[in-house]
């Protein structure tokens, strides 16, 4: 997820395994292991070996930017991905989006954890099962 944040580009699960190995001090089997369950409980999107979305961050361009405190950026799958990403990263965010429905700009700042400010004042965020939508990503 970091790498994706950092590159702003796929991470390759290939290519930079024993990168990762090496970093985290785990095993092959160990590195397959999270892999195939991250695959599994769809917290993770493949295309080939290369990650697309590992929640909440999507190497792809979406509508929903986010700025972490320490001044990296990067897109989420969704609002309320980018939402939560304040609680992901540890550290306050703040979020540039777009209504789904009508276009109109929204954003968010959360600090400590809680949600200092937005725009518009009317905005709400809903939440989905994923199966309900064959595009969720462009849903939200």
Not at 34 to 53: A, H, N
Not at 54 to 70: G, M
């Amino acid at each position: 997820m970091n790498e994706i944040v950092s590159s702003g580009e796929m991470f390759d699960l290939e290519s930079e395994k024993p990168g990762v190995l090496q970093e985290l001090g785990m095993s092959e089997q160990e590195y397959r292991e999270i892999c195939e369950t991250l695959i599994e409980k769809d917290g993770m999107v493949v295309d080939g070996s290369k990650v697309q979305f590992i929640y909440p961050v999507s190497a792809l361009e979406t509508s929903h930017r986010v700025t972490l405190a320490d001044g990296r950026e990067f897109t989420a799958m969704c609002a309320i991905d980018a939402i939560g990403a304040a609680f992901t990263f540890h550290q306050d965010t703040e979020i540039h989006s777009v209504c789904a429905e009508c276009g109109e700009p929204v954003h968010i700042r959360i600090k400590d954890g809680k949600i200092a400010e937005y725009t518009p004042k009317n905005v709400h965020a809903l939440s989905f099962e994923l199966g309900e939508f064959e595009n969720w990503a462009g849903s939200c």
